[in-house]
């Protein structure tokens, strides 16, 4: 199963509601993938074990892997096109 | 209509005038009276210089300014509608300033918190109806009536 880690500033609030979006949108395109949450903070030493990062805010180095970052799972614009961007790096 | 908030206690202001983010944050710190300790203010100000809390929506942008819980006394939600867009900066991205019509200030106990409050007023947020109705809304009793009773 595909790895997506969702950060933002605390890991309580946005990552919460970026989590939730992103898993139904990606169930909606047939993807089952496992989505944990962390604090921005914590990407660099995290992004190893994943297959894609999201974050709503600046992260500090992803060890390679693939990040989007994005405001749309909050506020709808340009929701399609991250989700298609993301869709993609799970293929 | 009922919908699922993380507190009882929802404070409404209609046209508040301020000319920035941390007017705006200390007025509304004010309507939000004895649920929050006299340090939830400054402590409010500071943790948006620190992490904006700006998010821009199509139609409107909204920032969600809010203190850490040891400046909360017991869980409550004040909603404004600002007469003219302050300048809040944008969460995730400082450098980018937006014009804020509506306002969304939490005041959360850790238990609150824990039970994703923040994030179930940003779910709600993401309502179109409900964020025209709130900005378009002429009393602070229609601004009630647009949001409704929790659930």
């Known amino acids: 199963m595909k790895k997506i880690l969702v950060a933002c500033g605390t890991a309580v609030a946005t990552s919460t509601v970026v989590a939730k979006k992103l898993e139904e949108a990606l169930k909606a395109r047939g993807f089952a993938v496992s989505i944990d949450q962390c604090k921005a903070s914590e990407v660099p030493s995290k992004a190893a074990a994943y297959d894609v990062i999201v974050s709503t805010t600046e992260v500090d180095g992803t060890a390679g892997k693939p990040l989007i970052r994005t405001l749309s799972f909050l506020t709808g614009i340009g929701i399609d096109a991250d989700i298609e961007k993301i869709a993609g790096f799970l293929k | ?151």
């Open chain 2, 1 to 151: 209509m009922k919908r699922e908030l993380p507190v009882s206690h929802i404070y409404f202001v209609r046209g508040l005038t301020a000319k920035t983010d941390a007017e705006v944050i200390r007025a509304l710190a004010g309507r939000l009276g004895s649920h929050v300790k006299a340090s939830f203010a400054e402590a409010a100000v500071a943790r948006e210089k620190r992490s904006p809390t700006g998010l821009p929506f199509p139609d409107v942008a909204v920032a969600l300014p809010h203190a850490e819980p040891e400046h909360v006394e017991s869980p409550a939600l004040v909603v404004a509608s600002l007469e003219k867009p302050v300048r809040f900066r944008q969460m995730g991205s400082p450098k980018v300033v937006l014009e804020v019509g509506l306002v969304v200030m939490p005041a959360l106990t850790a238990k609150e918190q824990a039970a994703a409050g923040l994030a179930s007023l940003l779910t709600l947020l993401q309502d179109v109806e409900l964020r025209r109705a709130l900005l378009a809304a002429e009393t602070e009793a229609a601004m009630q009536a647009a949001l409704g009773e929790p659930a």
